[in-house]
């Protein structure tokens, strides 16, 4: 696609589609959305939002689960996951906040919360469609360069760019940044039925040509998504540009 607008209206649409030709089973009663933050899903909600608004889809029946969030701010704070959803999109769609999953970054036991969260998304059957985007590094979720591609939903301390990236976020203040994460594991990505990636702008371009033409490797996590049997990555021209 041409651009970010163009990307998020694609993936906005293909989304619905899934949405609405859904098929609830006795196991598996309710579509089962992974949901990520970043600037580069916002044209994907925006659209999303603009659907529902149009009568072109409801979340009444999904359930979502969200792939991280920072240790140790608080919930409300204006840069938590949980407000960045439900500013960005929870609170301007019909989901029932209950079928909404997001990692506790504040639980007394961070361990536990992993864990819980992996056994949470078993419970519901799996995941049928994991959006996401990638960090300029080629991570997936917060699952940093380094991390096992067998990894699933922990704590993980965040590589050095990754809060450079975040900074402009916190005043541009180094200190404010958080340092550590909750984050679905690469595998917890990897076991969901499809997955689709938004990779937008010239910042991304080069995690997106290690990501697709170099090999699988745990020093960019996303080019797991290779030996997905069912990932999708849609991108933008300024994406492309070392391909
Ligand atoms: C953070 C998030 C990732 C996201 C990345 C890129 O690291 N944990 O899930 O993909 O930021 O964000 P942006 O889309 O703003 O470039």
Known sequence: RDTKEQV???IAEYIAKR???FTPTPAHPNIVLGL???SSP????RRLVELHKEGKVSFKDVITFNMDEYVGIPRDHSESYHTFMFTNFFSL???DPKNTH???GNAEDLYKEC?????AIRGVGGIDLFLGGIGADGHIAFNEPGSSLTSRTRIKTLAYETILDNCRFFNNDLSLVPRMALTVGVQTVMDAKE??????GQNKSLALSQMIEGGVNHMVTASALQTHPWALVVCDEDATLEL
């Open 42 to 45: 916002l044209p994907v909600y």
């Open 195 to 200: 997955v689709v990636l938004v990779v937008t």
């Open 115 to 119: 864990e819980d969260y992996e056994a």
């Open 102 to 104: 997001i990692l506790n």
């Open 36 to 38: 990520p933050t970043g």
């Open 8 to 10: 998020g209206n694609y």
């Open 93 to 95: 769609i019909d989901i």
């Open 19 to 21: 949405i609405n030709s």
